[in-house]
């Protein structure tokens, strides 16, 4: 896969996966998703998997990085390697207002940026 490919496939995955996190909250306020364990795992590990994809997209092209200010890079790593490492520790009111605001924020982005880059092989 070459690197505009590689990109590219990053960025669909940061997409598809910030877009799951704020689906799954469907029409919950912050009281019901504090009580729904099931969305709480759910958002979260979507949010775990589109930090994810942008650290390894900062450690593939980091020239991509610096060239895309306007995605918060070291808060959206930030979150990632707390949510991994944090377990128990994790704000759930954090988590929710990333996926009701700033996950759709993020996808937003990533259309303006994804078609710059080709599809398929």
Request: charged share 25%.
């Amino acid at each position: 896969m070459n690197r505009e490919h590689r990109i590219r496939s990053l960025l669909e995955r940061i997409r598809s996966a910030s877009l799951d996190a704020h689906e799954l909250l469907g029409p919950l306020d912050l009281k019901e998703f504090r009580t729904n364990l099931l969305v709480q795992r759910g958002v979260g590990m979507s949010l775990l998997m589109a930090s994810e994809s942008v650290v390894q997209l900062e450690a593939f092209s980091p020239d991509f990085v610096s060239e895309h200010p306007e995605i918060d890079w070291v808060t959206i790593r930030g979150m990632r390697n707390r949510m991994a490492h944090g377990y128990f520790d994790i704000n759930l009111d954090y988590v929710y207002q990333t996926a009701k605001h700033e996950a759709l924020d993020l996808v937003r982005i990533v259309d303006s940026l994804i078609h710059i880059y080709p599809e398929g092989e």
